[in-house]
C-alpha cells in the first residue's frame, strides 16, 4: 500500500505551486484558481491524516468536508467581485485595482 | 502493487496539471489544467477509501466550481481576439523563489517527521461514520456552513447584478 509520506508530499508540491501561482499571476480569476490548488492539497493532507493516523475519530475528513463548504462560497463570491471590477474598470488585473474606492 | 501504480500515475498527473495551471500562458488552458487536477484529487480520495469525499470532489469542484471559473473568464476578457496576454507581473521569479521555499520546508517537515500510529495502509472510512460524526457532534458547524452558503449565494448576487442607471 501507498505509505503516508507519499500523500504529504505530493500535497507540499501541490500547495508549493499554489503558492507560486497566487504570487506570481496578475488576472484576479488565475490567482482564485491558485487558491483552489492550495485548498484541495490541505484536503489531501486532512483526509489523508484521518484515514492513516485517525480512523476512529475521522476528524480530518469532516474538515475536508467544510474546507469544500468554504471555497465554494468564496469562489462564487470573489466571482462576482471580480466581474464587478471588470464591469466598473474594464480589467480584471490585481495591480490595477490597488485603490479601495473610486 | 496495483494501487502503488495508479497511485504514481494520478500524483504525477495531478502535479503535471497543477504546474500547467500556474505555468500555462493561456488562462483558459489554466481552467482546463485545473479540472483535471481537481479530478485526480478526487481519485485521490477514493484510493484513500472516502468515497463521500470522492464524489464530493468530483460534484463540486470538477462541476460547479469550474464552470463558475470559465464563466468568470469568459466574462472578463479584457482582449477577446485571444493573442498571449502577459499573464504574469514583474514579481513572477520572486514567486518561483517562494514557491521553492515553501516546497522545501513543507517536504522537509512532513517526511522527517516521525508519525505516530499506522502510516503504512489507509483504514476505510465509511460513508455513515462521516454523517454520524457530522450530524451528531458537528451539528452546530454544519448549520452554520449551511447559513454561510446562503449569505455568499446572496452576497454574490448583490455585488454582481446590474444596477438601475449603470
Do not use: C
Not at chain 1, 475536508?64 to 471555497?71: D, G, K, P, Q, Y
Amino acid at each position: 500500500m501507498v505509505p503516508l509520506e507519499n500523500y504529504l508530499a505530493l500535497s507540499a508540491i501541490v500547495f508549493a505551486l499554489g503558492v507560486y501561482g497566487v504570487l506570481a499571476r496578475r488576472n484576479a480569476v488565475m490567482i482564485l484558481m491558485s487558491v483552489e490548488l492550495m485548498l484541495n492539497a490541505v484536503n489531501i493532507n486532512f483526509v489523508a491524516f484521518a484515514a492513516y493516523l485517525d480512523p476512529g475519530r475521522i476528524v480530518g475528513a469532516i474538515f475536508a468536508v467544510f474546507i469544500i463548504t468554504v471555497a465554494a462560497a468564496e469562489v462564487g463570491l470573489a466571482l462576482a467581485i471580480v466581474i464587478r471590477l471588470f464591469r466598473n474598470r474594464a480589467t480584471a488585473n490585481v495591480d490595477e485595482a490597488a485603490t479601495m474606492k473610486w | 502493487m496495483a494501487t502503488e501504480v495508479i497511485w504514481w500515475l494520478f500524483a504525477l498527473g495531478i502535479i503535471a496539471l497543477s504546474a500547467g495551471v500556474v505555468f500555462s500562458r493561456s488562462v483558459i488552458h489554466s481552467a482546463i489544467f485545473l479540472i483535471g487536477s481537481l479530478a485526480g484529487v478526487g481519485v485521490m480520495f477514493v484510493i484513500l477509501t472516502v468515497e463521500f469525499l470522492a464524489l464530493t470532489q468530483f460534484l463540486i469542484y470538477g462541476g460547479a466550481v469550474t464552470v463558475l471559473v470559465l464563466l468568470a473568464l469568459m466574462l472578463t476578457r479584457a482582449d477577446p481576439s485571444g493573442r498571449a496576454e502577459k499573464v504574469n507581473g514583474p514579481q513572477a521569479p520572486f514567486a518561483l523563489l517562494a514557491g521553492i521555499g515553501v516546497a522545501a520546508v513543507l517536504l522537509v517537515a512532513a517526511l522527517s517527521t516521525e508519525w505516530a500510529g499506522n502510516t503504512e495502509s489507509p483504514t476505510n472510512i465509511a460513508i455513515e461514520a462521516i454523517s454520524q460524526r457530522l450530524f451528531e457532534d458537528f451539528g452546530l458547524p454544519f448549520i452554520l456552513a449551511s447559513v454561510l452558503l446562503l449569505v455568499a449565494l446572496v452576497g454574490a448576487i448583490i455585488v454582481a447584478r446590474q444596477e438601475e442607471g449603470e
